[in-house]
T-cell receptor
Framework: DARVTQTPRHKVTEMGQEVTMRCQPI?????VFWYRQTMMQGLELLAY????????DSGMPKDRFSAEMPDATLATLKIQPSEPRDSAVYFC???????????FGPGTRLTVL | GQQLNQSPQSMFIQEGEDVSMNCTSS?????WLWYKQEPGEGPVLLIA?????ELTSNGRLTAQFGITRKDSFLNISASIPSDVGIYFC????????????FGKGTKLTVNP
């Protein structure tokens, strides 16, 4: 069945290292969202794309985070340099056009030591 | 930004009991979504609501879009152990962007 996939599922790294998270949206979905989930803040939208173009990245710390869609089947979220406060679960979600329903991937659990 | 107040924060119930949870806001919403998240997984969409007063069911789950458009309810009937998880409400508010706003979640524990 069609699902959003994310890799890696878990990542442990040291402060200062670069982290890259990848997402494959559901085939046919042209809108991709990146969320971060923490106990304190809950689910926060970091950025989203439509037809590979960034529409809003206001939720992302600009100095260290970057999000791209090299092609329609791949979205990436990079953190460089990573910091302990970046430790969280990062989710990718996809949807069609302006349709309201968003379908989430299993997440990448990031731990920065 | 806009906030959704979801309650209760947690629930401990016996198998077979019915469950109710709700989400409220000071803003008018155009869409309400209910998600369930299990440990180590992403949120899974359960029910989507698009019109005020709409009542939609998905198996033992029933959700309603409040008449005032500022609230939504989720009911689970005859709970079973696999209903355990965190239930999130989410929505798009009127005049807002395409950003989905999430509640903080209701953690449900079902005792067999």
């Amino acid at each position: 069945d069609a699902r959003v996939t994310q890799t890696p599922r878990h990542k442990v790294t040291e402060m200062g290292q670069e982290v890259t998270m990848r997402c494959q949206p559901i085939l046919g979905h042209n809108t991709v969202f990146w969320y971060r989930q923490t106990m304190m803040q809950g689910l926060e939208l970091l950025a989203y794309f439509r037809n590979r173009a960034p529409l809003d990245d206001s939720g992302m710390p600009k100095d260290r985070f970057s999000a791209e869609m090299p092609d329609a089947t791949l979205a990436t979220l990079k953190i460089q340099p990573s910091e302990p406060r970046d430790s969280a679960v990062y989710f990718c979600a996809s949807g069609r056009d302006r349709a309201n329903e968003q379908f989430f991937g299993p997440g990448t659990r990031l731990t920065v030591l | 930004g806009q906030q959704l107040n979801q309650s209760p924060q947690s629930m401990f119930i016996q198998e077979g009991e019915d469950v109710s949870m709700n989400c409220t806001s000071s803003s008018i919403f155009n869409t309400w979504l209910w998600y369930k998240q299990e440990p180590g997984e992403g949120p899974v969409l359960l029910i989507a609501l698009y019109k005020a007063g709409e009542l939609t069911s998905n198996g033992r789950l029933t959700a309603q879009f409040g008449i005032t458009r500022k609230d939504s309810f989720l009911n689970i009937s005859a709970s079973i152990p696999s209903d355990v998880g965190i239930y999130f409400c989410a929505g798009f508010y009127q005049g807002g962007s395409e950003k989905l706003v999430f509640g903080k979640g209701t953690k449900l524990t079902v005792n067999p």
